[in-house]
């Protein structure tokens, strides 16, 4: 079955860089891509989703590349801000209409002042 | 965004006992899953329900376990008995399917199995 693998495990980043989230996949049959954002003791915040004829989404700070070729998804947070701190997993399905998601490993990230 | 609620946030229970966990779904959505996630790991898809049924569920949903939406009320997930592997936080999620792939989430009930 569908195994996703996500890095880094723990990400810190000074407030104003670039963070950089990366998973890949192995299921080339994957259709649909998804970021999720986890603040503590929360919920799961869906960030940005794409379907497999997108390469690139940006919304809001936010750039979500896909790559099929190599099966990698990554998610690009520009300008971070302590907000931003949060852990964050990627989720990806092969039959979207139905919504079983395997998610990533998660990665936990720290906005330095 | 959407909204899924979840009650109760937190629940403790005897090992052996039954829970019932309770999700309200988005409105318009046909889709509803369960997913686990102990604490510090990733989440894992536990069942998704459409129309009524069970359409998959993974290994990690024993026999104990079980989902319903009984005329459109809450989505539950029930464990009868429920044995201390069990603890964990189970969240809720629903989406449109075919026509809306989004998979929204509620924040999660803590199960605590003393």
């Known amino acids: 079955g569908e195994q996703v693998e996500q890095r880094p495990p723990h990400l810190s980043v000074r407030e104003g860089d670039s963070a950089i989230i990366i998973c890949t996949y192995t299921d080339s049959a994957t259709a649909y891509f998804s970021w999720y954002k986890q603040e503590a003791g929360a919920g799961l915040q869906l960030l940005m989703s794409?379907?497999?004829?997108?390469d690139r989404k940006e919304e809001q700070g936010l750039t979500v590349l896909l790559n099929k070729k190599d099966k990698r998804l990554s998610l690009n947070l520009t300008a971070a801000h302590p907000g931003d701190s949060a852990v964050y997993f990627c989720?990806?399905?092969?039959?979207?209409?139905?919504?079983?998601?395997?998610f990533g490993q998660g990665t936990k990230l720290s906005i330095k002042p | 965004g959407p909204k899924v609620l979840q009650i109760p946030s937190h629940q403790i229970i005897d090992m052996g006992q039954m829970v019932t966990l309770n999700c309200d779904p988005v409105s318009n959505h046909l889709y509803f899953y369960w997913y686990k996630q102990i604490l510090g790991q990733q989440m894992e898809f536990l069942v998704n329900?459409?129309?009524?049924?069970?359409?998959?569920k993974s290994k990690l949903f024993k026999d104990q376990f079980s989902v319903e939406r009984p005329d459109g009320s809450y989505f539950t997930l029930k464990i009868q008995p429920t044995a201390l592997e069990d603890s964990a936080v189970y969240f809720c999620a629903s989406s449109l399917g075919r026509r809306g792939p989004e998979v929204f989430f509620g924040k999660g009930t803590r199960l605590t199995v003393v």
């Open positions: 329900f459409y129309n009524g049924k069970v359409m998959e």
């Open positions: 989720a990806v399905s092969v039959n979207y209409n139905q919504g079983k998601l395997i």
């Open positions: 794409v379907l497999s004829n997108v």
